[in-house]
């Protein structure tokens, strides 16, 4: 089970975030492949969506500063 606490980092939950958005885009991707043309073509829409939302996690975490 997966539970958001206190003490999780904000580069540790980006770092899962954009793992979910990555493993969500993947089985999109791979169930759109066993569906009909017209339900593909919304599916793969939708996994389109979920990668901007990774690119966006992704870009948040490369400007996070990080203290030393």
């Keep these: 089970m997966?539970?958001?606490?206190?003490?999780?980092?904000?580069?540790e939950?980006?770092?899962?975030a954009f793992e979910t958005l990555a493993s969500a885009r993947t089985i999109a991707s791979d169930f759109a492949h066993l569906l009909p043309a017209s339900q593909?073509?919304?599916?793969?829409?939708?996994?389109?969506?979920?990668m901007l939302g990774e690119l966006a996690v992704n870009r948040v975490?490369?400007?996070l500063q990080i203290p030393d």
């Design 40 to 50: 593909r073509r919304t599916l793969l829409g939708i996994a389109q969506l979920i």
């Design 61 to 63: 975490l490369d400007n």
């Design 13 to 16: 939950m980006l770092a899962d």
């Design 2 to 11: 997966y539970a958001v606490t206190a003490d999780f980092k904000n580069e």
